[in-house]
């Protein structure tokens, strides 16, 4: 996954969902003392009506046919669109069921029902009623309960599945686990929040899509608008443990962690020192690895393979290559390169050209191409 990444505020020229999105106008109902042959909405340009035989006009009728229809750029602004309403309800149901946890007085929302995309829930029927699911549920549960965060928050566990709805994908990136510094994960593999620092290993997608579609270099991570063109942005783990602190009594000579310490603080008065800080677990990678996650994914990739055709997925580095055993190449077209992080983007990954060979396999079926210009 990405490297690490401390957040700052920084300019951004994403739009957020609310301000992509807009709700249509009502149309006005008819009257009792209106015509029944009035139509009802009012064009912006001049009002219609339905004409009779006897008024035809065919110089009107010949504009109207001679009309140009919309641009392709149109209509994936409506499809975007469309996406965006649906991402926008799935957040909004998710955020009211944890509140509502919240005010119940738990500590946590089941992770069952964190999952509300309706493609999704009948793409993987009873999937997280599996043993294995199980298990998974109780671990994140008991996580959630205790005093270590989880990132991403519980309500974008699912981010990448309500953004990205079955029926919608056409491409499919795979990540590794979330970023694990405070702020940064938004459940989309690699993407972060507007305003956050830009991870090393996303910087280096931007080079390269910038190489290879002359698109500049954005100012910020968010990565939503390829999800909602139907860019799966799938991590194999879906949620990482944050930081854990521990203060310990110099007589305290037994230490129970659950990670990797990364340092001990010491405080000193005169001689003598006064208090002990251990901090473990601070922003450890794949913390949450082989709790269940992999198998979820796993069925995820394999169910997009079975139901679907001429997906196109990008695999990058070893552990994403790895997945490729779930794919069935006959039916989708798979893409290969180094991991984008600094220590191995020079060792295959730019170069690749995957920007632009998704979207010439995404032409060759007759579907629209991604816009990766953020």
Same mark, same amino acid.
């Given at each position: 996954?990405?490297?690490?990444?401390?957040? %700052?505020?920084?300019?951004?020229?994403?739009?957020?969902?609310?301000?992509?999105?807009?709700?249509?106008?009502? +149309? !006005?109902?008819?009257?009792?003392?209106?015509?029944?042959?009035?139509?009802?909405?009012?064009?912006?340009?001049?009002?219609? !009506?339905?004409?009779?035989?006897?008024?035809?006009?065919?110089?009107?009728?010949?504009?109207?046919?001679?009309?140009?229809?919309?641009?392709?750029? %149109?209509? %994936? @602004?409506?499809?975007?669109?469309?996406?965006?309403?649906?991402?926008?309800?799935?957040?909004?149901?998710?955020?009211?069921?944890?509140?509502?946890?919240?005010?119940?007085?738990?500590?946590?929302?089941?992770?069952?029902?964190?999952?509300?995309?309706?493609?999704?829930?009948?793409?993987?029927?009873?999937?997280?009623?599996?043993?294995?699911?199980?298990?998974?549920?109780?671990?994140?549960?008991?996580?959630? @309960? /205790?005093?270590?965060?989880?990132?991403?928050?519980?309500?974008?566990?699912?981010?990448?599945?309500?953004?990205?709805?079955?029926?919608?994908?056409?491409?499919?990136?795979?990540?590794?686990?979330?970023?694990?510094?405070?702020?940064?994960?938004?459940?989309? &593999?690699?993407?972060?929040?507007?305003?956050?620092?830009?991870?090393?290993?996303?910087? $280096?997608?931007?080079?390269?899509?910038?190489?290879? +579609?002359?698109?500049?270099?954005?100012?910020?991570?968010?990565?939503?608008?390829?999800?909602?063109? =139907?860019?799966? +942005?799938?991590? &194999?783990?879906?949620?990482?443990? =944050?930081?854990?602190?521990?203060?310990?009594?110099?007589?305290?000579?037994?230490?129970?962690?659950?990670?990797?310490?990364?340092?001990?603080?010491?405080?000193?008065?005169?001689?003598?020192?006064?208090?002990?800080? %251990?901090?473990?677990? $601070?922003?450890?990678?794949?913390?949450?690895?082989?709790? =269940?996650?992999?198998?979820?994914?796993?069925?995820?990739? @394999?169910?997009?393979?079975?139901?679907?055709?001429?997906?196109?997925?990008?695999?990058?580095?070893?552990?994403?290559?790895?997945?490729?055993?779930?794919?069935?190449?006959?039916?989708?077209?798979? +893409?290969?390169?180094?991991?984008?992080?600094?220590?191995? &983007?020079?060792? /295959?990954?730019?170069?690749? !050209?995957?920007?632009?060979?998704?979207?010439?396999?995404?032409?060759?079926? =007759?579907?629209?191409?991604?816009?990766?210009?953020?």
């Amino acid at each position: 996954m990405g490297d690490k990444g401390e957040g %700052q505020k920084m300019a951004s020229s994403a739009k957020n969902l609310d301000e992509l999105f807009h709700a249509a106008k009502r +149309l !006005r109902p008819l009257s009792p003392s209106e015509p029944p042959d009035a139509l009802i909405p009012h064009s912006p340009v001049s009002p219609l !009506r339905k004409a009779s035989p006897a008024r035809r006009d065919p110089a009107s009728e010949s504009a109207a046919a001679a009309a140009p229809s919309l641009t392709p750029k %149109q209509k %994936q @602004r409506i499809e975007i669109n469309k996406a965006l309403a649906r991402s926008k309800r799935n957040l909004r149901i998710c955020r009211e069921r944890v509140e509502k946890a919240k005010a119940e007085g738990m500590d946590y929302v089941k992770l069952e029902e964190l999952l509300v995309e309706e493609s999704w829930l009948e793409a993987l029927p009873g999937e997280l009623q599996k043993p294995y699911a199980k298990n998974l549920c109780r671990f994140v549960e008991r996580e959630a @309960r /205790g005093n270590v965060p989880i990132y991403p928050p519980p309500y974008l566990i699912f981010n990448a599945l309500h953004l990205t709805p079955f029926d919608q994908v056409k491409v499919v990136i795979i990540g590794q686990d979330p970023y694990h510094g405070p702020g940064q994960a938004m459940g989309l &593999a690699f993407s972060v929040p507007d305003g956050v620092k830009i991870p090393s290993s996303l910087v $280096n997608i931007f080079k390269e899509v910038k190489e290879d +579609l002359g698109h500049s270099v954005p100012l910020h991570g968010n990565l939503e608008r390829w999800a909602v063109q =139907g860019v799966l +942005l799938l991590n &194999a783990v879906l949620t990482v443990c =944050g930081i854990c602190y521990i203060n310990l009594v110099t007589d305290d000579v037994k230490l129970k962690f659950y990670g990797v310490i990364i340092f001990l603080q010491f405080g000193f008065v005169g001689r003598r020192i006064w208090d002990w800080s %251990q901090v473990i677990r $601070n922003h450890q990678a794949n913390s949450h690895a082989k709790k =269940g996650w992999e198998p979820f994914t796993d069925a995820i990739i @394999r169910t997009i393979s079975q139901k679907k055709s001429g997906v196109v997925f990008l695999l990058w580095g070893n552990s994403a290559q790895e997945k490729s055993r779930l794919i069935d190449g006959s039916k989708h077209r798979i +893409l290969r390169a180094a991991h984008p992080s600094g220590l191995s &983007a020079n060792r /295959g990954f730019f170069g690749c !050209r995957h920007f632009s060979g998704t979207n010439r396999a995404l032409e060759k079926l =007759g579907l629209s191409p991604i816009d990766w210009k953020l």
